[in-house]
């Protein structure tokens, strides 16, 4: 059973580690996790039923965070289809209550420690210029790994988005090879 709403929104301890559990996703955790990613501004919405795939035909590389029976953290991610030692980041999130716990590494490594990423010696994913939590977050990762970050300008406002989005740039850690194990 769900946490009563005043405890759903009540702040975890800051800069604490907490303990929730970190686990697959399921095609019946979609709906949760549009909900998630719409809370968490300036994560682009993707349609419930793009979740419910993510949930469902990417169970074996995204990862849920839940605590007390809410679902306070995701990341959607997949092995690159011509890059089998790749595991790219499509999306993290983190409810609110949750941030500066930590969690998001903590994700990233359990991601990292699944068979299905056994073969992951990198990562890659795309950042816009002005987000500095995912900036950070992925800086921290990749020194955490000893592994270098190198980015590039990737799709394109004009080019891509019609002028509509910000510039994506490609971010790609590693390889980190043995260090892998070492950091999780």
């Known amino acids: 059973m769900p946490p009563p709403a005043d405890q759903k ?3 975890l ?8 559990l ?29 979740n419910l795939l ?8 995204s990862i849920i965070a839940e605590h007390d029976g809410d679902i306070i953290g995701w990341i959607s991610a997949y092995i ?11 999306q993290v999130a983190v409810a609110e209550r949750a941030r500066g716990t930590g969690l ?16 992951v010696t990198s990562l890659k994913t795309t950042i816009t210029d002005d987000n500095e939590a995912s900036w950070a977050l992925f800086r921290r990762f990749a020194a955490a790994q000893g ?8 799709f394109r406002r004009d080019e891509h988005f019609a002028g509509r989005h910000a510039t994506e740039h490609m ?13 999780a």
């Open 9 to 11: 929104t009540a702040p």
């Open 13 to 20: 301890p800051r800069n604490q580690k907490i303990a929730p």
């Open 22 to 50: 970190l686990r697959q996703p399921e095609a019946s955790d979609g709906a949760a996790v549009w909900q998630l990613v719409s809370e968490c501004a300036p994560l682009d919405r993707n349609s419930m039923y793009c």
């Open 54 to 61: 993510q949930c469902d035909h990417f169970a074996d590389t």
């Open 80 to 90: 690159v289809p011509n890059e089998p030692d790749t595991l790219f980041i499509w």
């Open 104 to 119: 998001a590494s903590r994700m990233l490594r359990g991601l990292l420690d699944r068979a299905a990423c056994a073969g």
């Open 147 to 154: 592994a270098p970050l190198e980015r590039e300008a990737h």
């Open 171 to 183: 971010v790609t850690i590693g390889p980190f090879g043995a260090e892998k194990k070492a950091a």
